[in-house]
Nanobody, 115 residues
Framework: VQLQASGGGLVQAGGSLRLSCAAS????????AGWYRQAPGNQREWVAL???????NYADSVKGRFTISRDNAKNTVYLQMNSLKPEDTAVYYC??????????WGKGTQVTVSS
């Protein structure tokens, strides 16, 4: 399975971005999905997940600002990011949710939030 994230870019604080992540196989409808991010010098951290049933959960740092969604027909998971902050700057990745065996990580998509 290959994972291709896209939609990142440079945005001012307070702005919005919508990330997409397409999988080459039908994994999100079977396993659910998770978004993760890694800032320079930091370990990769979990950001959001969506279960097979469609329930969502978020890291405290993004709760109320980010929304995860999924389109099983397109094998794609999305992350709507609003009210972005400079500390959201990172490379964002998708994969299976925490606790599941992960597929090989894709290249991710860079999100840079300027103050």
């Amino acid at each position: 399975v290959q994972l291709q994230a896209s939609g990142g870019g440079l945005v001012q604080a307070g702005g919005s971005l919508r990330l997409s992540c397409a999988a080459s196989g039908s994994i999100f409808g079977i396993n659910g999905a998770g978004w993760y991010r890694q800032a320079p010098g930091n370990q990769r951290e979990w950001v959001a997940l969506i279960t097979v049933a469609g329930g969502a959960n978020y890291a405290d740092s993004v709760k109320g600002r980010f929304t995860i969604s999924r389109d099983n027909a397109k094998n794609t998971v999305y992350l709507q990011m609003n009210s972005l902050k400079p500390e959201d700057t990172a490379v964002y990745y998708c994969n299976t949710p925490p606790g599941w065996s992960h597929y090989v990580w894709g290249k991710g998509t860079q999100v840079t939030v300027s103050s």
